[in-house]
């Protein structure tokens, strides 16, 4: 019984609350809405529909919107729509335009979208009561006999929802609309604010860098100015150095030409002193041997006797002249004087070996196939070449009777190092050159007298340098030690320490991997050719803060092999020659000082940028000949640093297509060889700035053996150079 009374309740709320939405419902014209049993059968199909279709989205009152149709694998609903226009929908005979929605039945709502109609169902939840009942006009059942106990987490109000309010949906909109037009006027202020921080920032980097350029711009004047002074007290600074070299050498001449003067006068005098005794000689001689009248076998100049004529009456030296014929007897003194000298000198000459000579104070016995060292007696002997004999040793004593030498060549000897006596050059107090190139020596001479100031060992076997092998030899210059067997590891680190005047090293053709070790702080040129250096280190020129030229050609060096700082600091160091090794590329990091830079015969295929930009004052003698430079090898910044420097470049053989950039920038070309490359056109601007109106200082410029026409060539591609004839373009090659 109070089953049924709760079903009549239920019943009747639902007719009420269904009668009150068709009230509200306004009734669609020219159509009846039923709820028979042929509108029951229409729900049933339609409920098949929505089997096996996935929920997009919830509404507020718990139904659940399913997918378009227009995406849905399920047929269409069968409806004739035929289109009118293409953007218009016919839907039984009405045209429909486009983006026109409506429902042709409860729970479907279609859309006209471009001459397509796009349809969508309502999918409902599913119920979990005993009891349901679908009030009319709605498009989901509804549960009647709710779950007392069960809690309600869903949260929705327990009175049912019209959510086809239009008051609510347009409440709903404009929240929405509101809250889209806060959030792009948000989404304009950050942007305005980021674009004025954006352009507040970039004003601020702009005045950055123009302060930085104004700063750089303002060091490099600084700097230029400083430059400008340091060179013009530079100039000062040489002009004097060479007026006073000028002035040494002049008085050096000057003592030199007054010692030869008195040596003449004192061997004048001896030779006539030597004349006077051979004739008071010859007169005792033909006191007693008078009728014989035979020449004096004696006489160690073998002189032939004089009439005794004449003997009585001549002067004292014109008793050794030969008869003179009358007329001849009125001369002057001076004639005397050369006729004794000569004489004299042919004397002497009769007392050295076969194959030697004599000139003023210099012996030579070169090539003379002697075996040992003549026994002169000479004491005014200055100099003595034995180059080219058989000597194998040099005994002591072997110069007592020529102590005044300054000069001996003993090359092209056979001279071993044990041959030689300890005290053999003790004794040459004034000797200030020996030359002992071509022998077999293997260590350095002991006792070398401490005036020797060139010493030359070229063409050895030297195996070992020791620590006291230079000892006392604190005067010494020039140094030469090319083509023996010399290595960082047979050269004492400490054997050079006691050269404190060294200023010239050759150390080529050797066995040296790295740079010797212990250079002297005075070495201003140093010669390493023809080793197999293969690394510069950072501390190979520590102490040889002096040095002037630097040769390293023919060895194993590349760009990696030379340490950032092993010279980039280097003031002095002006000339550096690195051909013939193994690199790709203009090696970096040159010394600062540099004016001279050999790199002829590499394998060098670029030249990087600004690599001669920190050169001062700059690069002006460049060789790149015989390298694979080509079109894409030389940058437009390659040769910056150069442009008011550059005096002579060397770019040929070679296989550049073109003239390279910034040749027409350089002020001071002189020399410019760009013969044996791959050229075949010229630019109007390549050799000439048309914005420089001045003449090129172009003295020589080489284009031959490239493939040129010298037709096509623009009439001023060589406006600048002064005369025609400095620039060769024959022959050429055939293309």
């Known amino acids: 019984m109070r089953l049924n009374l709760i079903l009549a309740l239920s019943f009747l709320a639902c007719l009420t609350f269904s009668l009150a939405n068709d009230q509200r419902r306004p009734l669609a014209r020219g159509r009846r809405r039923g709820v028979g049993p042929k509108r029951a059968r229409k729900q049933t199909s339609n409920t098949a529909l929505q089997q096996g279709r996935t929920a997009e989205s919830n509404g507020q009152d718990g139904s659940i919107f399913a997918e378009s149709y227009k995406n849905s694998k399920e047929p269409k609903p069968n409806y004739e729509v035929t289109a009118a226009k293409s953007e218009h929908c016919v839907f039984r005979g009405i045209t429909m335009y486009d983006k026109t929605v409506w429902s042709p039945k409860p729970c479907v709502n279609c859309l006209c979208s471009s001459g397509e109609v796009v349809c969508d169902r309502i999918l409902c939840p599913a119920l979990h009561c005993q009891l349901k009942f679908q009030p009319i ?78 700063e750089a711009k303002e060091a490099r004047e600084k700097e230029e100015e400083l430059r400008r002074l340091r060179e013009e007290q530079e100039e000062r600074a040489a002009a004097e150095e060479r007026k006073r070299r000028m002035e040494e050498q002049r008085r050096v001449e000057e003592d030199r030409a007054r010692r030869l003067e008195m040596e003449q006068r004192e061997m004048i005098r001896a030779l006539e002193e030597a004349a006077e005794r051979a004739k008071e000689g010859l007169r005792g001689d033909e006191a007693t041997e008078d009728e014989d009248m035979v020449w004096l076998r004696g006489d160690v100049f073998q002189m032939p006797p004089v009439p005794p004529t004449r003997a009585a009456n001549s002067p004292s030296l014109l008793a050794l002249q030969e008869p003179t014929e009358p007329g001849e007897e009125d001369h002057e003194p001076g004639e005397d004087e050369t006729g004794v000298v000569e004489e004299e000198s042919e004397m002497v000459t009769t007392l050295l070996p076969p194959g030697c000579s004599i000139s003023d104070v210099t012996v030579t016995c070169e090539n003379a196939k002697l075996m040992g060292i003549p026994p002169l007696s000479i004491p005014e002997l200055k100099s003595l070449s034995l180059q080219g004999n058989e000597i194998k040793t040099i005994p002591a004593g072997a110069f007592n009777g020529i102590p005044n030498l300054e000069w001996i060549d003993l090359g092209k000897n056979k001279i071993v190092s044990s041959g030689i006596d ?39 076997n030297l195996k070992e340098i020791e620590e006291n092998s230079f000892e006392g030899l604190s005067s010494l210059v020039i140094l030469e030690m090319e083509g023996n067997l010399l290595s960082e590891g047979n050269v004492h680190p400490q054997a050079f320490k006691p050269l404190k005047e060294l200023t010239y090293l050759r150390l080529g053709r050797n066995h040296f991997r790295t740079i010797p070790q212990g250079l002297p702080a005075s070495l201003l040129e140093l010669y390493l050719e023809n080793n197999l250096i293969e690394d510069i280190s950072e501390t190979a020129f520590n102490h040889t803060t002096n040095i002037n030229v630097v040769v390293l050609r023919q060895n194993k060096l590349d760009e990696s092999s030379i340490a950032p700082l092993a010279w980039i600091n280097h003031r002095n160091l002006e000339s550096v020659d690195l051909s013939h090794n193994n690199f790709y590329l203009v090696p970096s990091f040159l010394p600062k000082s540099l004016v001279h830079l050999v790199l002829a015969g590499n394998q060098i295929e670029r030249i990087p940028g600004y ?39 060397c770019l040929d053989h070679n296989q550049l297509t073109s003239i390279p950039m910034g040749i027409n920038e350089m002020t001071t070309l002189h020399f410019l060889r760009l013969n044996n490359n791959k050229i075949r056109h010229i630019s109007e601007d390549a050799i000439c700035d048309p914005m420089n109106k001045d003449d090129s200082h172009l003295v020589a410029l080489r284009l031959e053996n490239n493939f040129l026409d010298p037709r096509k060539i623009p009439p001023t591609a060589f406006s600048c150079v002064r005369s025609y004839s400095s620039v060769v373009l024959k022959p050429q090659r055939i293309k």
């Open 422 to 460: 300890p005290q053999t050059f003790k004794s040459l107090k004034f000797l200030s050159r020996l030359y002992m190139d071509g022998n077999l020596l293997e260590q350095i001479p002991s006792e070398l007298p401490s005036t020797l100031q060139e010493l030359k060992i070229n063409e050895n």
């Open 137 to 214: 006009g709605q498009c989901c059942p509804i549960c009647i006999d709710p779950v007392v106990d069960a809690p309600d987490f869903s949260g929705d109000p327990p009175f049912p929802i019209d959510l086809g309010d239009p008051y609510t949906e347009i409440s709903q909109s404009q929240r929405d609309k509101k809250e889209k037009l806060k959030k792009d006027e948000e989404e304009r202020i950050r942007k305005k604010d980021a674009e004025r921080k954006q352009r507040k920032k970039q004003k601020k980097e702009e005045a950055e860098r123009q302060r930085k350029l104004k």
């Open 611 to 649: 690599v001669f930009a920190h050169m001062e004052p700059g690069l002006e003698y460049l060789y790149l000949s015989y390298n694979k430079l080509d079109g894409d090898a030389i940058e437009p910044e390659s040769f910056f640093g150069t442009f008011n420097t550059m005096t002579e470049l």
